[in-house]
């Protein structure tokens, strides 16, 4: 299909003319937000040509065992096939495009098209192809795959054909996240919070902190990030913790001219719980087993973020993983998925009402507060204003984003 | 109006690259599905220019009697005049473009605006304009006539100032559906099957049966299409019997060259049910009383397509009747009508619930597949792929689609 | 932002093209009612460079008093400052959008975004501006202002930078309203009529009384403006029982070549009602005490229009307001707003069923007949008809609309 025909030459000198339009260090203008074109752009030209975080291994121990992943229009089933290699494979037939796999999950020898049967291999091959004639090539016709990696455990999956380059990074951050024993987590719960507004606004909620002190009281209780100026004196006495735990006490940022791309912004970031938390729990006192080969709680969390669309949150005993799912325009699923311990038992080992309790109450407020930022960004007299020296995480990604569209 | 204003020109340019991007034989590509600009255009251009099956003059026995066609935003009366004929309005007033029937059948002596009271004839000329002053001419301002057609009791019309050719069609037609006595026929059910999809793909549906193995096992069980293989040799059989039993054994296709012009499309053909079914029943009994001056049941059934936008499938005792109705770029009603001899009592001669039961289950499966094609076809990587020789149906649709689009 | 970026050249293009299409004396083409890009240009265009009547100041007696008004995707917080000026700013956060104020109405003393807590005064002043570094100006990054005009009690804003001229035309309006004593009403009852129409529909069915006969048997039984040759002769003896009411018998038209400006369009206009209707109501006996100065019950009524988008209408004990408020491209509410003397009780002096009763029901038939109108003008064969000469008020507003668009 050329480029002409799906409307890209219009829709890129639409977004050339908005990127021109924006000002280094405000907020994006409206029509990144409203615009009906630049959100089916978004999918094209950033969805599909970012890494995307879509479970964990632990999800699929079996050949056959497969679970799909969907955001925008797309559907993806990601499955361990019989060579016990994690796939992914785009869950459209190749013949007139139905939806091949049609459960959320489960366990398959071949995924057949309800359609019309064509039948294909777990990796992907397409079996034969019913009464299609001599000249038909099954090879020509398998499933298209999207590229896979696992890291620690951790399934991330890009549909486009060159995706940004993430393997560099991802051997830089091994070392550091290797004693939180990602590759040894399960799946305790995930919950899902739609939201009224664009992704890009429920994104951009989660990269700064400006809004935790006003907007969070739970969070800002325990957590140290609501104001930089109080961080400094926590965080000489973490480090040292951090050792005596089995961390190490360095963070990680690679991005921009460090980064192996544009769009493979990799952090490792750590900071302090207030005096009296050990973890991210109402109480202070622990949720769940010590991950991995912790030694103690250190009082202190990890941010994590693998890519500009996936970020994680480290405690000593959980992790909680988020994702901001585009459903359309102005609506966003906001996932977060709590990981333990494969070993830790539900009811002896964590209470799942009191692991949840954190940030399912801050996703509570967050909803709330995401949505009135679409409702103002709607009016036609929104001027983006300038952002706050905290909100640095916006304009990273402002950074990634417009460089990729 | 002129045509850049309503858009006309840039709705082309789209269509001529996107049609420049259809290879032969493979489906069409994604924006077909897709593009809200598509879809209007396909109401304009191509719904609008062709013949739609709308209903039966038993519906509409005496003068007045009248009922409402609809489909996208377009709303027809269809109505018997004080001479007899039976007429096609559009159902716009003349003067700010009210409805002007608002109930979906009935029987008028005028119809009068529920705005402004402008009222018209049946046969649609304006009676008077209230208050509009001396140079208003009423003539000027009759309801806007739709061609119209009537087959053998079937109501066809057509909204274009120049409609596709379609008398010599039906001339040709004609002698082969005599036997069956269509003007003798009544409704006995009406059902519409909403799903999520573009009208194009349920249409595309209809016009193949390389899905029917996998997908309809009630109808595969009772009809030979499913493979045409096993369809040779019951063919001959089943032409010594049709003889027998009234009906010519030919085949007629006015298609490409042969027919009239570009949609125009009639098919009539025949094919053999599987031995013991005498019609489409779940035992293969009768279900209504034999049709026309047809002698006997033959154990074959007919496909019968009068344009490309109307299907019906004629059993030795009843009449299936299909339409695809677009309701917005993603929402169709499968419409299905079954019809049987007028003078078959419900009860008496013909059980409801047995006479719909196969082309209700069909439909639901369908229903499902459609709605699973159209998620898959969304997809911004989906990409056409080539048909099967049993979707020649399909391929001659795409034909006549893109030359008039 | 430049003028490319937010698709306004297209847009303007587009409207150009619309507007070669329409035809004077006739119906706007079917493209002004269901295209999406004209509704968005009609908010940025129309709708935020009009004065719009948003409520009365008996809403806001005391400084911190506010309520919110919303149209389309904008919002706007209207107050009474500290100063006892009544403002109106753009309920839009000058930092990243969100909206500002969340309660409907209330009593503040400052505004505090629930995002990151900037905080604006109730002149809508930024208070510091939360760690935002030296370089940042608070005086910079106040909420937009509206401007305001308060009128006899009844409060106008436009958002515009360059509002159209409206004082002059509400000098002259202003002696001939005196009477009764708009300053001194309150809101009884306020009500919301949704229809699925775009907004021009709905305000060109309040415009013209072509249709009352036919939809409105109620008015129709009270109101004369039915037929306009009936009018006259009552027209005379109105003009002397006004006078001794304690009203001046004259009309005021500012429109075209004599208004201030294109948009400022100000009507002062009285009807007679039937013999035996003090007032609009279902026996013809008063609802409500005398307003104002009004010695009596002089059997009319007074037709008000400030600006094109605002309707009022005067009996001797109520007034009656309107608004047609867009919601999206093809939702509007119909508001209308009962208002009486602020010293009348409910129960005592009046009866809100009764008083609501005649423009309920009316609301009721246009609600019904505007729905009807889009159905209609949604076909893609609707061609604008004539307007009759009732609908005069409709082609002004067309003049008025395709000046500014």
């Known amino acids: 299909m050329n480029i002409a025909a799906t409307g890209n030459n219009d829709d890129l000198q639409i977004m050339r003319d908005l990127i021109r339009d924006h000002q280094d260090g405000f907020a994006l203008p409206r029509h990144f937000y409203t615009s009906q074109a630049v959100y089916e752009h978004d999918i094209k030209a950033y969805w599909n040509h970012n890494w995307i975080w879509v479970g964990h291994v632990s999800q699929i121990p079996e050949p056959g065992d497969y679970f799909l992943f969907e955001y925008g229009p797309e559907s993806i089933i990601v499955v361990r096939d019989r060579e016990n290699i994690v796939r992914a494979h785009l869950n459209v037939c190749r013949h007139r495009g139905s939806r091949v796999c049609l459960k959320e999950s489960g366990k398959a020898k071949l995924f057949s098209c309800p359609y019309h049967a064509w039948t294909y291999e777990l990796n992907g091959r397409l079996r034969g192809g019913r009464a299609m004639g001599p000249d038909f090539n099954p090879a020509d016709y398998g499933l298209f795959a999207a590229n896979v990696r696992v890291f620690q455990g951790l399934i991330f999956i890009c549909v486009a054909d060159n995706p940004p380059p993430i393997d560099e990074g991802l051997a830089r951050l091994a070392p550091l996240t290797e004693p939180y024993g990602l590759e040894r987590l399960k799946i305790a719960h995930s919950a899902s919070y739609p939201v009224p507004a664009n992704w890009k606004l429920a994104l951009e909620n989660y990269m700064e902190c400006y809004h935790c002190a006003p907007s969070h009281k739970d969070y800002s209780r325990s957590h140290s990030l609501k104001d930089p100026r109080e961080l400094e004196e926590l965080i000489a006495p973490l480090k040292e913790r951090s050792v005596g735990a089995g961390l190490q006490p360095v963070n990680l940022e690679l991005t921009g001219g460090d980064a192996a ?62 994702r901001f799912v585009p459903r359309s325009m102005q609506e966003t699923d906001i996932q977060i998925i709590w990981m333990v311990d494969q070993d830790a038992e539900e009811g002896r ?57």
């Open 261 to 322: 791309g544009p769009a493979a912004d990799i952090y490792y970031r750590r900071y302090p719980l207030f005096p009296g938390y050990k973890t991210g729990s109402k109480s202070g006192e622990p949720l769940a087993p010590l991950l991995g080969q912790l030694s103690g709680f250190d009082g202190g969390t990890t941010d994590i973020q693998i890519g500009p669309l996936n970020n994680f949150l480290a405690y000593s005993d959980h992790v909680v993983g988020y």
């Open 349 to 405: 080992d964590y209470d799942k009402e009191m692991l949840t309790w954190l940030w399912h109450v801050t996703s509570l407020d967050d909803e709330r507060i995401i949505r009135h930022n679409q409702e103002g960004v709607n009016s036609h007299r929104f001027v983006p204003g300038p952002l706050a020296e905290m909100e640095w995480g916006i304009r990273d990604f402002y950074h990634g984003y417009l460089r990729l569209v």
